[in-house]
């Protein structure tokens, strides 16, 4: 079974801050896909980067870059310059298929990080 | 604009009961899914479906049916045999083996 650890329960920073949100995974699978996503308090959940197993190489996305390292298992999501919009809970989610033909996938999703960015 | 919806986004309900959430796709996606989340938690996915009149059982399917009868639609009932139902209720769906699960803005069910 997959599991997810997301250690930070809650962050705080300052607007304009960075901040960096860390992300431990634990699988069998040698094949996946590693998502963050956003949900804001109206509830629905925003699709953030991905990330497949194969390709560790790390990107920046506007304000947003991760930091994927295969060999220990880690997923860690940095904003810079942080805004107030950015407020909410912060989800990593590996994707594992589901059935081995077919493209439903299984994302196990971590408790989640809230993050509150102060004006 | 292509999305998910879901409805009612508010539900009440009384011990008992059976009540079904709704949730239509336009994205032309095979995949489907339904996940329950509860305060301070992440996710767990409840059932899942790749093609019409085809649904797989996730992680906590007791107390819950789906159906697919179409591809835009994967309706969730949540039946009395549910003990715990008080949740947030989150559709999604997906295409291709990489692609990114899109989300509905989520059923909100409390029993009374």
């Known amino acids: 079974a997959q599991k997810v650890t997301q250690a930070q329960t809650e962050i705080s920073v300052v607007e304009k801050e960075d901040v960096t949100l860390d992300c431990v995974y634990e699988?069998?699978?040698?094949?996946?896909?590693l998502f963050w996503y956003k949900q804001p308090p109206s509830g629905e959940l925003v699709f953030l980067i991905r990330?497949?197993?194969?390709?560790?190489q790390n990107e920046i996305s506007g304000r947003y870059s991760w930091n994927f390292q295969k060999s220990t298992s880690s997923f860690n999501f940095t904003i810079t310059a942080s805004q107030v919009v950015d407020s909410a809970v912060y989800f990593c989610?590996?994707?594992?298929?589901?059935?081995?033909?077919?493209?439903?996938?299984?994302?196990?999703f971590g408790s989640g990080t809230q993050l509150t960015v102060l004006p | 604009d292509g999305g998910i919806t879901q409805s009612p986004k508010y539900l009440f309900r009384k011990e008992g009961q059976n009540v079904t959430l709704s949730c239509e796709q336009n994205?032309?996606?095979?995949?489907m899914y339904w996940y329950r989340q509860d305060p301070g938690q992440g996710l767990r996915l409840i059932y899942y479906s790749q093609i019409v009149n085809d649904f797989q059982k996730g992680d906590i399917a007791e107390g819950y049916s789906v159906s697919r009868e179409k591809k835009e639609s994967f309706p969730l009932t949540v039946t009395s045999a549910q003990k715990n139902p008080t949740a947030f209720y989150l559709c999604?769906?997906?295409?291709?083996?990489?692609?990114?699960?899109?989300f509905g803005e989520g059923s909100r069910l409390t029993v009374l």
């Open positions: 999604a769906s997906s295409q291709g083996a990489g692609g990114e699960l899109f």
């Open positions: 989610a590996p994707s594992f298929p589901l059935i081995s033909s077919g493209s439903a996938r299984q994302l196990t």
């Open positions: 994205l032309n996606h095979d995949a």
């Open positions: 990330r497949n197993s194969f390709d560790e």
């Open positions: 699988t069998r699978d040698t094949t996946y896909y």
